[in-house]
């Protein structure tokens, strides 16, 4: 039976909750969807949600769960959407746009649009003005460092369907941390890659407070009668 709350408990959780910029009510939704970390884990993704000023329950941010095998926990990995990176360099008042988005091959010849169907781009540039900077801090991705693959060893779906925009959004994440410190500790989910130490493949990962994807059960065939 669960106990109710007293007066201390009460004032205790919301003075915790509006350290954070939520109310108790709020706070305790979001703690409902970080069950499966620890309590340091938690507390580092809400102060995440507090300084970048990302709203979790407006699917802002996500808390990723990663696992380390080494310490045998789920660690957090707080993720957004480009929009959120976006957002939180836009917040701080001195964001000024970016540099127009470029790909090259091989070659290294900078093109302005990737018209090459079937041919995966070798890397995307693009760079970050910050206001009182003299020049567009840039980030240079390759391809071959980001794409997430399947156990299969192909891209995953959206990795084959628009490479280039999988590469772009890495590399504007990329120029926007190094542009904006506010967005350290902030990944897309196209850039958390498999290392070996999780039990999830980046495609895979479920962001806490989306709903996960139904499990596949096998079928066993029954043998044949003789």
């Not at 009510?25 to 884990?41: C, H, K, R, T």
């Not at 970016?98 to 995966?120: E, S």
């Not at 369907?161 to 926007?176: F, G, H, R, V, Y």
């Not at 039990?199 to 043998?223: H, L, R, S």
Request: proline content about 7%; hydrophobic content about 35%.
């Amino acid at each position: 039976m669960k106990k109710a709350p007293t007066p201390d408990t009460e004032q205790s959780s919301e003075k915790r909750a509006g350290r954070y910029g939520f109310t108790a009510e709020q706070l305790e939704v979001i703690e409902q969807d970080l069950a499966v970390f620890e309590a340091p884990e938690r507390e580092k993704f809400l102060a995440i949600c507090q300084v970048t000023k990302l709203n979790p329950l407006l699917r802002q941010i996500y808390a990723t769960a990663r696992w380390d095998k080494d310490a045998q926990v789920n660690r957090c990995v707080a993720t957004t959407g480009i929009d959120g990176l976006r957002k939180v360099a836009a917040d701080t008042g001195e964001y000024e746009g970016q540099t127009p988005p470029m790909w090259c091959n091989k070659d290294g010849i900078w093109k302005d649009v990737w018209l090459a169907d079937g041919v995966v781009p070798y890397a995307a540039k693009i760079g970050v003005y910050r206001k009182g900077f003299r020049e567009a801090l840039v980030a240079v991705c390759r391809y071959d460092s980001y794409v997430q693959k399947g156990k299969d060893g192909y891209p995953t779906s959206f990795w084959k369907k628009m490479p280039d925009n999988q590469i772009l959004k890495c590399t504007e994440s990329n120029a926007l941390r190094r542009a904006f410190p506010q967005c350290d500790g902030l990944y897309l989910k196209e850039e958390i890659h498999d290392d070996g130490t999780e039990t999830e493949t980046p495609a895979d990962a479920t962001p806490v407070g989306q709903p996960k994807a139904p499990e596949t059960v096998p079928t066993v065939e029954k043998p044949a009668r003789k």
